[in-house]
C-alpha cells in the first residue's frame, strides 16, 4: 500500500511548506504577468535590503581631528597620568588662603575639571571638582595636596628652553571657547574677559568597517568653527556623570599670541557647536550615507551593484536584439 | 416676558457686557495678587539688533526654578516693600529675546504683581522656550526711568523650592554668590547670610547668561531686604557686583 511521503500535520511541517512556496510561485507568477507594479515594487524592496544590511554593520565612531585657536578650552581629566603641568613660578591661589609662588609640577586628579584660559599677559590654569582634592602641586618630591578649588596662573613662557613652554596637555572630554555673548558694561580699570574661540576646523575621518580594509581612516568631510562658538561633545561636561560618556580628547593647547593654538583628537559621531543666534546647539552628526559614499570597503559594494545593475539592464535590452539575427 | 426668557436675556447681557480677553488676563480673585500694566512705550525685541543693553551680570532674579514651558500670561513679581511700579528686564538665554518695561499695579499694596502683558508681539517664540532658559530681573528703581543703579531688586515668582535662583553672566568665569542681611551693599562686609558656588547655566546657548546660582533661604517670618553680591573669578583677578533686594515673607513665597 502507498505510504503519504509529506502526512499533513496541521499548520506546521511540510504542509506549511507546501503552502508558501505555493504562494511564493504564485507572487512570482504575479510578477511575470504583471510587470508594470511589480518591477518598481521589487526594486524598492532590494533597495530596502541594502540600505538595512548597511544599516546594521558595526558602526565604529569617526575619527575626529579638531584645530582651532581659543582663548579658553575646559577639559575633564580621564587620563591624569598626561594631565600633568610643570610651573615655573606660577602664583598658586586656593579659596580663602593667601596666593604662594610655586615652581613644581602641577597634577590634576582623575574627574577634575580644568580650564585653561588665556590672556595677553598671563596664563591661569584652573582645577576644579565638586567636593574633595581637585589634584596636587608637587614641590621638590613634596606633594601638597589640593582643595576642591585651586588656579595657578604664571606669565607667558619668554624662552622655548623653559619647562613652562610645554604645551597644556588635554587629557579627556573638552568644550573649546566660550560663546561670544553678551558683553558687561566695563568699569574703570577693569581688563577683558577673555574667552573667545577666535575659529578652526574640524576634520572627520571614518572607520572602514568591514573586515578587509582593517579599520583603514578615510576622509569624509570637514567643517570650519565659526568664531565665536563653544564646540562640546554631545553632553554637558559640567554634568559629572553625564560625562562619563563622553568619548577622551587627546591633545595639546600651544600658547600663541592671540590665544591657545589646539590640536586635539577624538572618537566620536556626534560634535555640538553653541553659537550666537540660535537656540539650540548646532550638532554634526555622520550619518548613513556620508558612510555610504565615503566608506572604501562600502563604496566598492555599492559601485559593484550600481554598475552589476545597469550592465544586467544592458545585457536584457540587447538580448532579444542578438536573438532576433 | 416669562421667567425663562428674562434668564436667557440676562446670560446673553451678561456675556455682551463680560471684559473681553482670556480670563486669567483679568483681575485676580487672589486678594494678594494684582495685575500690573505695562506703561509707557513697550520695549521689547527678537533676533534683532538689541533695543536694551546687556551690560549687566545679574540677568535674572527669582524663587523657586521653573519647569515646564514659559508661560507667558503666568509671570508673577513678589512686591513686599510700597512701590508705584516696577521695571522689569527679561531675556532669553540664547539672546535673541530681550525686552525691558515699566509696570504699574492696578491695585495698590498688593504683595503679588502679574505681569501683563509680559510679551506684545513674540507671545508663539517665548512659548517655545522653557522657563530656565528664560529671565526676569525685576526691581524698584531709584528714579524716574528704568536705570537700575540704586534699583532694590524683586524676585519672580518661578516655581518650587525654598531657594533665591540666580541667573548671572560672568562670560565664562568662576562665579559665587552671597547673601548679605543689610540692604547696604557697602555695609556687606559680615558673614554672608547665605553663599554658593554657581553652576553652568542649561545647554542653551550661553548667550544672555551663562551661570545660575541657587542660594538657600533663611525662613523668616517678615519679608526682608538683603543684598547680593556676585563675585567672578577668572584666574587673573576678582569682579564683585552688589545689588539691593527685597524678598517676600515665607507666607508669600510659592
Known amino acids: 500500500m502507498p505510504t503519504d511521503p509529506e502526512p499533513s500535520t496541521g499548520p506546521t511541517g511540510g504542509g506549511l511548506r507546501r503552502r508558501l512556496s505555493a504562494r511564493a510561485a504564485r507572487a512570482a507568477r504575479w510578477a511575470v504577468t504583471h510587470p508594470g507594479p511589480s518591477v518598481p515594487l521589487l526594486a524598492l524592496v532590494l533597495t530596502a535590503g541594502f540600505l538595512l544590511v548597511v544599516t546594521l554593520l558595526p558602526r565604529k565612531p569617526a575619527f575626529v581631528f579638531v584645530e582651532a585657536q581659543t582663548e579658553t578650552l575646559l577639559y575633564r581629566v580621564a587620563r591624569p597620568e598626561v594631565a600633568g603641568l610643570p610651573l615655573v613660578d606660577a602664583t598658586v591661589r586656593t579659596d580663602g588662603e593667601t596666593a604662594t609662588v610655586a615652581t613644581g609640577l602641577l597634577q590634576p586628579a582623575e574627574g577634575a575639571l580644568v580650564r585653561y584660559r588665556w590672556s595677553p599677559a598671563a596664563i591661569a590654569v584652573e582645577l576644579s571638582v565638586r567636593q574633595g582634592s581637585a589634584g596636587t602641586l608637587v614641590v621638590d618630591e613634596e606633594e601638597r595636596p589640593l582643595p576642591a578649588w585651586a588656579v595657578a596662573v604664571f606669565p607667558h613662557p619668554t624662552s622655548a628652553d623653559s619647562p613652562a613652554a610645554r604645551p597644556l596637555p588635554i587629557a579627556g572630554p573638552a568644550e573649546i571657547g566660550a560663546e561670544f555673548g553678551a558683553p558687561l558694561a566695563p568699569r574703570p580699570g577693569q581688563r577683558r574677559v577673555t574667552g573667545l574661540m577666535r575659529g578652526g576646523e574640524v576634520q572627520v575621518f571614518g572607520r572602514a568597517v568591514l573586515w578587509f580594509n582593517d579599520d583603514a581612516l578615510y576622509p569624509v568631510t570637514d567643517f570650519p568653527l565659526p568664531a565665536g562658538g563653544r564646540l562640546t561633545g554631545d553632553r554637558p561636561l559640567a554634568d559629572e556623570a553625564g560625562s562619563e560618556r563622553l568619548a577622551n580628547w587627546y591633545g595639546l593647547a600651544r600658547i600663541g599670541d592671540e590665544g591657545f593654538q589646539v590640536n586635539a583628537t577624538t572618537e566620536t559621531d556626534s560634535l555640538r557647536l553653541h553659537r550666537p543666534g540660535v537656540r539650540e546647539a548646532e550638532t554634526f552628526g555622520i550619518g548613513l550615507l556620508t558612510r555610504l559614499f565615503n566608506d572604501p570597503g562600502l563604496a566598492a559594494i555599492t559601485i559593484f551593484v550600481v554598475v552589476f545593475t545597469v550592465a544586467m539592464q544592458m545585457l536584457a535590452d540587447w538580448l532579444p536584439l542578438w536573438r532576433g539575427k | ?254
Request: charged content about 20%; aromatic content about 6%; proline content about 7%.
Open chain 2, 1 to 254: 416676558m416669562d421667567a425663562s426668557a428674562a434668564l436667557r436675556l440676562a446670560v446673553i447681557g451678561a456675556m455682551l457686557t463680560a471684559p473681553s480677553g482670556p480670563p486669567a488676563l483679568a483681575q485676580s480673585p487672589d486678594p494678594a495678587v494684582t495685575v500690573a500694566h505695562s506703561v509707557g512705550d513697550f520695549r521689547e525685541s527678537y533676533d534683532t539688533a538689541a533695543k536694551v543693553a546687556a551690560g549687566s551680570p545679574l540677568v535674572g532674579l527669582q524663587l523657586g526654578t521653573g519647569t515646564g514651558r514659559l508661560g507667558v500670561d503666568e509671570l508673577q513679581i513678589a512686591v513686599p516693600l510700597a512701590a508705584p511700579s516696577i521695571c522689569v528686564s527679561s531675556a532669553t538665554q540664547d539672546g535673541r529675546y530681550a525686552a525691558i518695561n515699566r509696570y504699574e499695579a492696578e491695585a495698590a499694596g498688593r504683595p503679588v504683581w502679574r505681569l501683563e502683558p509680559v510679551t506684545r508681539a513674540y507671545q508663539r517664540e517665548l512659548s517655545g522656550y522653557g522657563m530656565e532658559t528664560f529671565a526676569v530681573r525685576a526691581y524698584v528703581p531709584a528714579g524716574d526711568g528704568c536705570a537700575a543703579r540704586g534699583a532694590v531688586h524683586v524676585p519672580l515668582l518661578a516655581g518650587e523650592g525654598d531657594h533665591l535662583l540666580v541667573l548671572a553672566n560672568s562670560r565664562s568665569r568662576r562665579g559665587t554668590a552671597a547673601l548679605f542681611a543689610t540692604l547696604s551693599p557697602a555695609a556687606a562686609t559680615g558673614e554672608a547670610v547665605a553663599s554658593v558656588r554657581c553652576e553652568p547655566a542649561g545647554e542653551s546657548a550661553r548667550i544672555a547668561f551663562d551661570l545660575r546660582c541657587e542660594l538657600p533661604l533663611p525662613e523668616p517670618a517678615q519679608s526682608q531686604e538683603l543684598s547680593l553680591r556676585l563675585t567672578f573669578d577668572d584666574g587673573f583677578g576678582l569682579d564683585s557686583y552688589d545689588y539691593r533686594l527685597a524678598l517676600p515673607a515665607r507666607a508669600d513665597r510659592p
